[in-house]
């Protein structure tokens, strides 16, 4: 929602003097040339950068799908440029080298050096060259795309070179500094023609944008919270753009020419100007968790439908639409995501982030879009005519049910848990388990529990035969909030508060291997049924990853806006993935079979905080239980048409939900003091 709609006269400087350099040894042939720009406007003055030309976008191009995922890489990455064909560099901003990859392929070269601090790079447009901005040594590197080597540099007189602009028609570069203006540098001869000084545009230039159709350049002074305009024919400058309060970090300009786009670091927001009317305080929409040094980077999709803004503080990149601003998504990085890149068409972002990595969209996984199979035959679902509550101490919490009916419900406050053996409701007198039990699983044979005991950061092994203690396993780091078996039974996976997902093998007892990049508080899990593929939520990030368990790295990740996501479970045909939003109370729904699907939202009871808790998918796949903390009751949809059918008051707070392997029995510890079993 814009919060900025107020105007003000825009600040103008008629003539600017410009600072020339003539009679120093440096060219200035080139300063009053035109431009050629050969467009066909719709609508303002090709000539002009008060009313700059307005036209339709390329055509044939599209946007990437939600969702990303990270391919290592040292030294910072930070910056990234993509030429035509798919070449694209990436910065490393402490390695002062770059690293290449040529899309579709995300594996990056051995890095080549450029330069000291290399915080921006541009490709040229005929990808011949890459140009490197190396920040405090003043310089820029020039690459050659077909050998990866540095051929040259152009140095700036003086300062810090923070970032750097190529004019669309790739014949010069600006140079923005910290103290020293703008500085334009001939793409051909590497020498300066001419400059701009720090007293027009102000100090600490972070950001430059270039309009796709009239003369001109934007300008962002950080420091002032300033964006200048300057004719790139006349090196004038013809507006200014104030915004009280602001430091202005990145700009873009939609691919029609229309909108100004700039990210407010200082307060997190998204800066929005008309560029046809003139309006010189823009619009602002806030992104992610208000504060400074946060909302960093902007662009526009070559389609010209979405606007992207990379967060360094919320490790999220969100998407808006471009025509509306209404929040479209968000793509979950992790770490500090710097600039982004879109390739030519469209279909590709790629995504440098100074943690370590870099995240590509639509990289081609098995779990991007897994096939959806027949569910298992044999299932059923209650029919709801008889509920039994069986009185239970200690806080019940968690649920297993074993292949011939085991039942083990933990007993949170009494680290203990007790056994029900189905059809029987009656409890065996509660034996120990480890520290605050909060979760329970069953192997696939039905021979072993594994039980997590949160605080403790462990994972007991209880024989079923006996109900005694056999083993334990401690994860190196962290609170295990829950954890979930692999449907072959040969693997744990121990979800932690901050320290990601631990694998630990059934066989050992030990850790193998972790999962980094899913997100703090890893609060839901769920399979695939026949794809190598799990799915993870960071309940308060909102964050649902998606794991390939062959290399037990996440290969997407997506947050519905505004959610804080609970709990997991996946359709038994595998083709919705299905999660509880117990920040707002709703059932969210995926269609996996989809690459980059957007969640469905369906209201869930009351709508407050802390009310939709576990989601379960009945054993002949047609219906989806939710149980709700705040109403004390279970919501039962239809799979299909996501309808509520019923609904079930179980009173006090109903936890999580199991189902015996016919289906006809759900069994609900509820941590007012009972077991509910509904059948």
């Known amino acids: 929602m814009a919060t900025g709609t107020g105007q003000s006269p825009i600040a103008r400087s008629a003539t600017l003097s410009i600072v020339a350099l003539c009679g120093l040894g ?52 930070f910056a990234v440029a993509i030429s035509t064909s798919g070449v694209t560099y990436v910065t490393q901003l402490h390695a002062a080298t ?40 003043g310089t820029i590197t020039y690459v050659d795309v077909a050998t990866n080597h540095a051929v040259g540099t152009a140095s700036a007189p003086a300062g810090s070179v923070l970032t750097i602009g190529l004019t669309p028609d790739g014949k010069r570069l600006y140079a923005l500094t ?10 051909t001869s590497r020498e300066v023609e001419d400059s701009i000084p720090a007293d027009s545009v102000g100090t600490i230039l972070a950001g430059v944008a270039f309009h796709p159709f009239s003369p001109c350049v934007y300008i962002a002074s950080r420091a002032q ?18 915004v009280s309060g602001a430091n202005i970090q990145n700009l873009a300009v939609s691919r029609d020419g229309a909108t100004l786009f700039a990210t407010d670091i200082q307060n997190s927001k998204l800066l929005v100007w008309d560029l046809s009317s003139g309006t010189a305080q823009p619009l602002q929409y806030p992104v992610g968790t208000p504060g400074s040094r946060n909302a960093f980077d902007v662009a526009v999709t070559p389609d010209n439908t979405q606007v992207y803004v990379s967060a360094l503080a919320d490790g999220k990149v969100f998407v808006f639409d471009r025509v509306t601003r209404a929040p479209i998504g968000t793509i979950a990085t992790g770490g500090s995501p710097r600039y982004i890149g879109f390739s030519s068409s469209g279909n590709r972002a790629v995504i440098p982030n100074e943690s370590g990595w870099v995240s590509f969209s639509d990289v081609p996984d098995i779990c991007g879009a897994p096939a ?21 101490s200690g806080t019940p919490f968690a649920v297993a049910i074993s292949p011939v009916g085991v039942t083990y419900v933990t007993q949170l406050h009494a680290a203990s848990a007790s056994r029900a053996d189905l059809p029987s409701t009656s409890f065996s007198p509660p034996f120990p388990v480890g520290d605050i039990p909060s979760q ?28 005694q203690v056999a083993a334990t396993t401690s994860v190196p780091a962290g609170s295990i909030l829950t ?33 980094k990049a899913a997100g703090n508080i890893l609060a839901g899990v769920a399979f695939h049924p026949t794809a190598p593929c799990m799915y993870v939520a960071a309940r308060d990030e909102g964050i649902v990853s998606t794991v390939n368990l062959r290399t037990n790295t996440v290969v997407r990740s997506q947050t ?96 999580y939900i199991g189902f015996d392997a016919g289906g006809r029995t759900a069994v609900i510890p509820n941590e007012a003091g009972w077991v509910n079993f509904l059948r």
């Open 26 to 77: 440096i060219a200035c042939s080139g300063a009053t040339a035109p431009d050629q720009h050969s467009v066909t406007a719709t609508a303002g003055d090709v000539n002009s950068c008060t009313n700059p030309a307005t036209a339709s976008p390329p055509a044939g191009v599209g946007h990437p799908l939600l969702g990303a995922a990270p391919v290592s890489l040292g030294g910072l990455p």
């Open 98 to 137: 770059a690293s290449r990859a040529n899309l579709p392929s995300t594996s990056f070269s051995p890095p080549f050096p450029v330069g000291d601090i290399p915080s921006q790079v541009r490709i040229s447009p005929d990808g011949k060259t890459a140009y490197v901005g190396d920040q405090d040594a």
């Open 178 to 187: 910290d103290f020293h203006g703008v500085y334009i540098i001939n793409a």
């Open 225 to 242: 919270g300033r964006v200048t305009t300057v004719n790139t024919r006349s090196r004038q400058v013809v507006q200014t753009f104030e």
């Open 372 to 392: 959806a199979g027949p569910p298992p035959v044999g299932g059923n679902h209650p029919a709801r005519t008889s509920d039994q509550a069986t009185s239970l």
């Open 440 to 467: 329970v699983h069953m192997s696939p044979d039905g021979q072993t529990a594994y039980v997590g005991d949160q605080d403790a950061g462990t994972i007991t092994y209880v024989d079923v035969a006996t109900n």
């Open 483 to 515: 954890f979930a078996v692999s449907p072959d039974g040969k693997r744990l996976y121990a979800l932690t508060d901050y320290n990601g997902v631990y694998v630990i093998s059934t066989a050992s007892r030990t850790v193998v291997d972790s999962i």
């Open 560 to 655: 519905p806006d505004g959610a804080g996501i609970q709990n997991l479970a996946v359709s038994r045909d595998g083709a919705f993935l299905f999660a509880t939003d117990i920040a707002r109370s709703k059932l969210l729904i995926r269609d996996l079979r989809s690459d980059g699907s957007r969640f469905s939202e369906y209201a869930v009871g009351t709508p407050e905080s802390r009310n939709a808790f576990d989601v379960a998918v009945t054993t002949d796949n047609t219906q989806v239980y939710v149980s709700t903390l705040a109403d004390g009751k279970l919501y039962v949809f239809d799979l299909t048409t996501r309808m509520i059918v019923d609904s079930v008051l179980t009173a006090g707070n109903p936890r």
